[in-house]
């Protein structure tokens, strides 16, 4: 058996750490009351759910972001009473808001094609966030939602595919176009 040391003897125990709640458990309580009706949970569901729309949605839509986190959010709370099992809330909005994002932005028509800029900036800019932000522009829709969805979100392949609606092999596919079109972008 192992000695104790005097200071182990005369040090008080760690205070127990308060668990931790999973996001997607804390808002299961609001979302069967937002589905019972209750305009308060409703509007408490929206301020949580908001920033994480907002961060899919910013690097998918771009300039129409707004636009999209709006269509995104409103989709979600007119379907909110078909959500049977409130702790896949997150997974559920996810798809929601990228399958939105991703149709905002192909209706706005702002994409061009990686192959049509010749000024992407040095990977040696000062401003590496706006850098980033210009080369994902040049992307499509759908190469950005792949990105997000693997590289932010920490999908696999079967998962992304699920959320975007087209099969595994598409999304390897625009996986391998979309970091090939990022890194032509970004080289350049």
């Given at each position: 058996m192992p000695r104790a040391n005097a200071e182990t003897l005369h040090r008080p125990p760690d205070p127990p750490r308060p668990a931790q709640i999973e996001p997607w458990v804390a808002a299961g309580p609001l979302v069967r009351a937002a589905q019972s009706g209750d305009a308060m949970a409703l509007n408490d569901l929206l301020d949580v759910l908001t920033p994480y729309v907002t961060r899919l949605c910013t690097p998918i839509a771009l300039a129409d972001a707004a636009d999209a986190v709006q269509e995104s959010l409103i989709s979600v709370f007119q379907n909110i009473a078909k959500l049977k099992d409130p702790t896949a809330l997150y997974a559920w909005v996810r798809t929601i808001t990228v399958r939105e994002a991703v149709?905002?932005?192909?209706?706005?028509?702002?994409?061009t094609p990686v192959e049509r800029f010749d000024d992407?900036?040095?990977?040696?800019?000062?401003?590496?966030?706006?850098?980033?932000?210009?080369?994902?522009?040049?992307?499509?829709?759908?190469?950005?939602?792949?990105?997000?969805l693997r590289e932010l979100e920490g999908l696999d392949e079967k998962a992304a595919s699920e959320v975007l609606n087209v099969s595994c092999g598409t999304?390897?596919?625009?996986?391998?176009?979309?970091?090939?079109s990022f890194r032509k972008a970004w080289t350049r």
């Open positions: 149709r905002v932005a192909k209706r706005a028509a702002r994409e992407v900036p040095a990977a040696a800019s000062q401003e590496l966030a706006s850098d980033v932000h210009d080369v994902l522009r040049r992307l499509t829709s759908e190469h950005r939602a792949v990105l997000v999304v390897k596919s625009r996986l391998h176009r979309a970091r090939n």
